[in-house]
């Protein structure tokens, strides 16, 4: 017993120390073990959400250090929400927030639904499927850059092999029709197998028992996936929608690469024009003032949509 590991550990403790760790509380030692991850956490983001909502009520320009800075009240906030190109850039991250959460949702799900019957070769449909998320945004931007390109891109030839139509006629990223739909593909290709893993892991927690219950009563296969299936895996779809919608509402890397995001385009998010704002025009206390805005905005709904969640899931 003198040979184990947590004995050698106390023989090695000094004895002092030993006596104060005998003399804390439970609550005491665990407060020294959260203690340090706590103050990350206010260092890290506590402290500047406090400071850009201080910078947001001021005129600040990072690129003009030596200018005073101003208190101007709410005046950056009015401005954002008088200014056309801001919410042209919310109508863009609306759009493809809610196609690319539906897409995601329905194709994932019913990958899910496929794998879950477990068929052969099931392991390996399941790896190849997932591989895309595996991928850096940057290198998946890149490759369906090159996919995309009007003269020599693979997607327009496939296209073309469906219509017939000449391959150097489709510009989908050159398109203002098209471009917001390349950005909606790309992101469902390279995110539905995180919605498949989610919703396949609900379908596996439903136990046996429920189905052949339903059996024996009689039930046919669609009303025991209505009245059974999408019940029981609903809230795990919901909690795959909170968290897509709260990474696609910030996209940033995945639509640069692709388009570039240029200023006026159907394109351009609300994460690129907030970029535009501080890191090209300096204007650190107006985009500090979107910035909250935008936190508010997803904080907001996320906090709605929690509720709504924990409700499923109390039923």
């Not at 693979?154 to 989908?172: C, E, H, K, R």
């Not at 640069?256 to 240029?262: A, D, E, P, S």
Request: aromatic content about 14%; overall charge positive; proline content about 5%.
């Amino acid at each position: 017993m003198s040979d184990t590991p947590l004995t050698k550990a106390a023989e090695a403790t000094p004895p002092t120390v030993a006596r104060k760790i005998r003399g804390l509380s439970d609550r005491a030692i665990a407060w020294i073990f959260v203690g340090p991850t706590i103050f990350l956490l206010l260092a890290i983001n506590i402290f500047p959400l406090i400071w850009t909502i201080n910078l947001s009520f001021t005129n600040y320009r990072a690129n003009r250090t030596n200018r005073a800075v101003e208190y101007i009240g709410t005046r950056n906030y009015e401005r954002i929400l008088n200014d056309s190109d801001i919410w042209l850039s919310m109508q863009a991250t609306a759009h493809f927030l809610i196609w690319t959460i539906i897409f995601q949702v329905l194709i994932g799900f019913t990958l899910a639904w496929l794998i879950n019957r477990k068929f052969k070769g099931n392991d390996l449909w399941t790896t190849i499927i997932v591989l895309p998320m595996m991928l850096s945004p940057a290198v998946v931007g890149n490759f369906w850059t090159f996919l995309y390109q009007p003269q020599i891109g693979l997607f327009n030839y496939v296209i073309a092999f469906f219509t017939g139509a000449d391959p150097s006629s489709f510009q989908m990223l050159g398109s203002v029709d098209l471009a917001p739909w390349s950005i909606v593909i790309v992101d469902t290709w390279m995110w539905t197998p995180f919605v498949m893993l989610i919703c396949l892991a609900g379908l596996r927690s439903i136990p046996d028992y429920i189905y052949e219950a339903a059996e024996v009563d009689r039930a046919s296969k669609l009303r025991q996936f209505f009245t059974i299936t999408i019940p029981m895996v609903l809230p795990f779809l919901m909690l795959a929608v909170l968290f897509r919608g709260i990474e696609n509402f910030k996209m940033f890397d995945l639509v640069v690469q692709l388009t570039g995001g240029g200023p006026g385009s159907t394109t351009e998010v609300a994460s690129i024009n907030l970029k535009r704002e501080a890191f090209e025009k300096w204007r650190t206390g107006y985009a500090s003032a979107f910035a909250i805005i935008l936190f508010v905005t997803v904080f907001g709904l996320a906090s709605i949509y929690v509720k709504a969640l924990n409700k499923v899931k109390e039923r």
